[in-house]
């Protein structure tokens, strides 16, 4: 979520959804690019995301991307995220989705370095 925050000023970056950022953290680089038409534009999202610090460090992580979406809702309802709706245009088409961004209480935790407390559900 740290470089999905970064994203939402960019003028032609976007935050990625709950679901793209699982596939980033579990490693799946060409699901989240199979839908791009574009063939450089496709080539471009694979390398960005391939190059990210956090691609694929959750890779065979238990439950998968079911899971990592699970523990960003979870996040949410704790505070540390928020659901973020972002609206842009893309080839004259409206487009919108919500999007996990950190909340000042999650930047906080971020910063300082320890673990949450862990309680299980």
């Not at 960003?72 to 659901?83: D, I």
């Not at 972002?86 to 088409?93: G, L, Q, R, Y």
């Not at 487009?95 to 930047?107: E, M, N, R, S, V």
């Amino acid at each position: 979520m740290l470089s999905s925050c970064s994203l939402v000023k960019g003028k032609f970056t976007k935050p990625y959804t709950a679901g793209t950022l699982a596939k980033i953290l579990t490693g799946d680089s060409f699901a989240t690019a199979q839908f791009e038409q574009d063939p450089i534009r496709r080539r471009r999202r694979i390398h960005r995301l391939e190059t990210s610090p956090f691609f694929s460090i959750l890779q065979g992580f238990r439950g998968g991307e079911k899971k990592i979406c699970s523990i960003m809702n979870r996040l949410a309802n704790l505070g540390f995220v928020e659901w973020q709706k972002i609206t842009f245009v893309d080839s004259n088409e409206e487009i919108t989705y919500q999007a996990p961004i950190l909340t000042q209480k999650g930047y906080d935790q971020v910063n300082s370095g320890k673990y949450m407390n862990q309680q299980k559900d």
